[in-house]
């Protein structure tokens, strides 16, 4: 009875060792076959291969366009601008002489230009000290023309006026008598254009 009790425990025993044998076996298989986890670090940041550059688009050209010239054209009008008006006088006359004043066009702009220089826009006009009118080119003898000159850049052109010597106004019905000795002041006008003042003085 005793020999057969010890066997009994001497096959459990190789079979407890059987068993727990199998079980590290295949707990060593299992760890072999299950693949190695990747590093923490690896996981987080890209290798280059991975990073991927932003195609770049190449700046568009600028286009700089020249200033369009804003100056007058050549062969156009001479306007107001483009010219010099003024007044040549003796500078002194006897009363009741007949002095020939000038009516002095300067084209002072950078290309040539036309103007009408006809008689009926061409003006002189005399004032007295107080600013009274005394006498006017076109108040009696009033004359037309037509001359479209074309006056090339710095180009003078004088324009003759003669005074009777004797008083006027515009509609001509007045007497006309010959202005006291004194100091005046003569004005030019080319149609819109406008000289400044020369004196005179008559005496």
Same mark, same amino acid.
């Given at each position: 009875?005793?020999?057969?009790?010890?066997?009994?425990?001497?096959?459990?025993?190789?079979?407890? *060792?059987?068993?727990?044998?199998?079980?590290?076996?295949?707990?060593?298989?299992?760890?072999?076959?299950?693949?190695?986890?990747?590093?923490?670090?690896?996981?987080? *940041?890209?290798?280059?291969?991975?990073?991927?550059?932003?195609?770049?688009?190449?700046?568009?050209?600028?286009?700089?366009?020249?200033?369009?010239?804003?100056?007058?054209?050549? &062969? &156009?009008?001479?306007?107001?601008?483009?010219?010099?008006?003024?007044?040549?006088?003796?500078?002194? *006359?006897?009363?009741?002489?007949?002095?020939?004043?000038?009516?002095?066009?300067?084209?002072?702009?950078?290309?040539?230009?036309?103007?009408?220089?006809?008689?009926?826009?061409?003006?002189?006009?005399?004032?007295?000290?107080?600013?009274?009118?005394?006498?006017?080119?076109?108040?009696?003898?009033?004359?037309?023309?037509?001359?479209?000159?074309?006056?090339?850049?710095?180009?003078?052109?004088?324009?003759?006026?003669?005074?009777?010597?004797?008083?006027?106004?515009?509609?001509?019905?007045?007497?006309?008598?010959?202005?006291?000795?004194?100091?005046?002041? *003569?004005?030019?006008?080319?149609?819109?254009?406008?000289?400044?003042?020369?004196?005179?003085?008559? &005496?």
């Amino acid at each position: 009875m005793l020999v057969v009790l010890l066997a009994v425990l001497g096959g459990s025993g190789w079979l407890l *060792v059987a068993l727990i044998g199998d079980r590290d076996g295949a707990a060593a298989a299992t760890g072999t076959a299950r693949p190695s986890e990747t590093p923490a670090l690896e996981r987080v *940041v890209p290798t280059v291969s991975e990073v991927r550059t932003p195609a770049t688009t190449p700046p568009a050209p600028v286009v700089v366009s020249e200033p369009t010239p804003t100056g007058p054209a050549p &062969g &156009g009008p001479c306007t107001d601008d483009m010219i010099d008006l003024s007044v040549r006088t003796p500078g002194q *006359v006897a009363v009741g002489s007949k002095p020939t004043f000038e009516l002095v066009v300067v084209n002072t702009s950078a290309v040539p230009c036309v103007r009408p220089l006809d008689k009926q826009v061409q003006e002189l006009v005399m004032v007295d000290a107080a600013g009274t009118r005394v006498w006017g080119s076109n108040d009696c003898f009033p004359e037309t023309s037509s001359d479209q000159r074309t006056l090339a850049p710095g180009e003078t052109v004088v324009l003759p006026l003669v005074w009777g010597g004797l008083t006027s106004e515009p509609t001509c019905t007045a007497p006309r008598v010959t202005p006291a000795p004194g100091a005046y002041t *003569v004005r030019g006008r080319l149609d819109t254009k406008v000289s400044g003042d020369a004196p005179i003085v008559v &005496g």
